[in-house]
C-alpha cells in the first residue's frame, strides 16, 4: 500500500488526473497559485520563477522545455549552450525548491487532494492527488459563491486526524528533545551550522593573481641554441625555461596568462573545504578570480580562501584582531595594539619554509551581511594548514577546546602554526584566538 507522501510515476499520475483537462489545468494553476503565495516562496524570487516555469511547461506538454540547459537560458538568463558542468544554478534552484515544497505541505492544514512534487533527479513536476477522488477536485469559487459546509461524518473523521497528528508531533519533539539534551553538536557541526541559516550554496572563493609567461619567440630562440628542447607546448608549460640571468628581456618578451595563476595552497584547501560540505549535503559553488563580486559576497555565505594573494580576504580582515601586514616587503600576521604579537614564516638557510602561519576568521555578520568564513596563511602552508583546521573536526576540537562556553554564536579568529619538513605541512596547532 502506497504512503499518501509517496510520489507516483508518471503513468501513474495520468491515471490519477480528472477526465476533463480544462479542470485539470484550472485545479493545478489554483494549487501552483496557493504554493507561490506561501510564505515560504513569497520572498524567493527565483523559485517561483522556476517553479511556475515548470508546472506551465508540464501542463502544456512541453517536456524539450524541461531540460537543465533550457530551463538555465529561459529562466535564469544564462547563455545559449552554457556549461551546465561548470555553472550548477538549475540544480541548486532545484534542490532549492523541493525543500520549499516540503516545507509548504507540512505546513498546510487544509485537505486539498492535490500536490505539486518535483522528483529529485527530474525538473518534469509531478501532480499528486490525495484521497479525495479526481471528480472532487475543487477549483476557486467565484466571488460570493455559496460555500457547503461539511458533513458530521467528515468534521469527526477531520478531529480525530488532528489530534492523532499532535500525539504524533509531541511524542517526536520529547524524541528530538531528549537525542538533543544526550547527544551534544560536534565543534564541527557548530562552527558550519551559520550555513544552513541560509537557502543559498556556499561559494568557495579563490584568487587568481596576475601571472606571464614568455612569448613564443623566447621559446624558439632559446631552441636555435639547443636542439630538441621546448618544441611542444607541454615542455613549456611544465618545464622551467632556464635563461642566462644577464639575458636581458623586453616587457614585451612577457605576455599575461590568463589561464594560470591558482596558488597550490589554496587549491589544497578548497578541495578539503568542498569535501566537507558535500559531505555535510551543502550545496557550494566555486569562483575563481574575477568569478565572483562584492554582490556575490552579500547574497551567499562563503569561505574566502587565500592570504595576500585575495584582495577579499584583505578587505574581510583589515580591521580584525589579526590583520595579515605587509611592511616593507616583510609579510605578516600581526595582532593589534602596541604590544601585538608578531607570526611570519620561518625559512631555513636554504630559502625553504620550516614553519608557516594561517588565520581562521569566522565572521557571522561580516561587513558584507553574509556568514563569511576566510581561510588563509601568510605563505601557501599556512594556508593548507587553515583549510585542514575547518574542515577536520578533530583539529576543531583540539583548537576550541577553550573556547568560550557560546563560541559558536560569536564571530571568531583563530591563528594557526604548522612545521613544515620537506615542503609538507604538518597538523595546525592553534597558537592564539580570540573571540566577540
Keep these: 500500500?502506497?504512503?499518501?507522501?509517496?510520489?507516483?510515476?508518471?503513468?501513474?499520475?495520468?491515471?490519477?488526473?480528472?477526465?476533463?483537462?480544462?479542470?485539470?489545468?484550472?485545479?493545478?494553476?489554483?494549487?501552483?497559485?496557493?504554493?507561490?503565495?506561501?510564505?515560504?516562496?513569497?520572498?524567493?524570487?527565483?523559485?517561483?520563477?522556476?517553479?511556475?516555469?515548470?508546472?506551465?511547461?508540464?501542463?502544456?506538454?512541453?517536456?524539450?522545455?524541461?531540460?537543465?540547459?533550457?530551463?538555465?537560458?529561459?529562466?535564469?538568463?544564462?547563455?545559449?549552450?552554457?556549461?551546465?558542468?561548470?555553472?550548477?544554478?538549475?540544480?541548486?534552484?532545484?534542490?532549492?525548491?523541493?525543500?520549499?515544497?516540503?516545507?509548504?505541505?507540512?505546513?498546510?492544514?487544509?485537505?486539498s487532494p492535490l500536490r505539486i512534487q518535483l522528483p529529485v533527479g527530474s525538473y518534469s513536476p509531478v501532480f499528486q492527488w490525495g484521497p479525495a477522488p479526481a471528480g472532487e477536485i475543487r477549483v476557486p469559487a467565484p466571488p460570493n459563491a455559496e460555500v457547503q459546509s461539511p458533513g458530521p461524518n467528515r468534521r469527526w473523521r477531520t478531529w480525530l486526524l488532528v489530534v492523532f497528528g499532535l500525539v504524533?508531533?509531541?511524542?517526536?519533539?520529547?524524541?528530538?528533545?531528549?537525542?538533543?539534551?544526550?547527544?551534544?553538536?560536534?565543534?564541527?557541526?557548530?562552527?558550519?551550522?551559520?550555513?544552513?541559516?541560509?537557502?543559498?550554496?556556499?561559494?568557495?572563493?579563490?584568487?587568481?593573481?596576475?601571472?606571464?609567461?614568455?612569448?613564443?619567440?623566447?621559446?624558439?630562440r632559446y631552441s636555435k641554441t639547443h636542439p630538441g628542447t621546448f618544441q611542444t607546448e607541454a615542455e613549456r608549460t611544465n618545464n622551467p625555461l632556464p635563461l642566462d640571468p644577464s639575458e636581458k628581456l623586453t616587457w614585451g618578451d612577457l605576455f599575461m596568462y590568463a589561464d594560470?595563476?591558482?596558488?597550490?595552497?589554496?587549491?589544497q584547501a578548497a578541495v578539503a573545504l568542498s569535501v566537507l560540505l558535500g559531505r555535510i549535503d551543502k550545496p557550494m559553488q566555486l569562483r575563481i578570480g574575477n568569478?565572483?563580486?562584492?554582490?556575490?559576497?552579500?547574497?551567499?555565505?562563503?569561505?574566502?580562501?587565500?592570504?595576500?594573494?585575495?584582495?577579499?580576504?584583505?578587505?574581510?580582515?583589515?580591521?580584525?584582531?589579526?590583520?595579515?601586514?605587509?611592511?616593507?616587503?616583510?609579510?605578516?600576521?600581526?595582532?593589534?595594539?602596541?604590544?601585538?604579537?608578531?607570526f611570519r614564516t620561518q625559512l631555513n638557510e636554504d630559502g625553504d619554509t620550516v614553519e608557516d602561519f594561517g588565520i581562521v576568521s569566522r565572521l557571522v555578520n561580516s561587513g558584507t551581511g553574509q556568514f563569511a568564513v576566510t581561510v588563509a596563511g601568510v605563505g601557501p602552508l599556512g594556508t593548507q594548514a587553515a583549510g585542514e583546521f575547518v574542515s577536520n573536526g578533530r583539529y576543531l576540537e583540539e583548537g576550541l577546546r577553550q573556547a568560550p562556553a557560546n563560541w559558536e554564536k560569536t564571530n571568531l579568529e583563530i591563528v594557526v602554526r604548522t612545521k613544515v619538513t620537506d615542503s609538507v605541512s604538518g597538523p595546525p596547532q592553534v597558537v592564539a584566538a580570540y573571540y566577540w
Design 1 to 111: 500500500m502506497k504512503s499518501v507522501m509517496e510520489v507516483p510515476h508518471e503513468h501513474e499520475v495520468s491515471q490519477l488526473l480528472p477526465e476533463d483537462s480544462e479542470v485539470k489545468r484550472e485545479a493545478v494553476l489554483h494549487e501552483l497559485d496557493r504554493v507561490v503565495s506561501s510564505r515560504f516562496f513569497r520572498s524567493a524570487v527565483r523559485s517561483k520563477q522556476f517553479l511556475d516555469y515548470v508546472v506551465r511547461h508540464r501542463l502544456a506538454g512541453q517536456a524539450e522545455h524541461l531540460k537543465e540547459r533550457t530551463i538555465g537560458t529561459e529562466v535564469f538568463q544564462r547563455p545559449a549552450g552554457y556549461a551546465t558542468g561548470d555553472d550548477p544554478v538549475v540544480r541548486v534552484q532545484a534542490g532549492e525548491v523541493r525543500r520549499r515544497l516540503e516545507q509548504y505541505y507540512q505546513s498546510v492544514t487544509d485537505d
Design 260 to 267: 594560470y595563476g591558482v596558488a597550490a595552497g589554496d587549491v
Design 291 to 342: 568569478d565572483y563580486t562584492y554582490q556575490d559576497l552579500r547574497n551567499s555565505p562563503a569561505v574566502v580562501i587565500g592570504g595576500f594573494n585575495n584582495k577579499w580576504t584583505m578587505q574581510l580582515t583589515s580591521n580584525l584582531h589579526y590583520a595579515f601586514v605587509e611592511d616593507h616587503e616583510n609579510y605578516m600576521i600581526r595582532e593589534q595594539g602596541p604590544d601585538g604579537k608578531v
Design 168 to 220: 504524533i508531533a509531541v511524542f517526536v519533539s520529547i524524541t528530538a528533545l531528549k537525542y538533543h539534551r544526550t547527544t551534544p553538536k560536534s565543534a564541527l557541526d557548530q562552527f558550519w551550522s551559520p550555513v544552513f541559516a541560509t537557502r543559498q550554496p556556499v561559494l568557495i572563493c579563490l584568487a587568481k593573481p596576475v601571472a606571464y609567461r614568455p612569448v613564443e619567440s623566447i621559446y624558439r
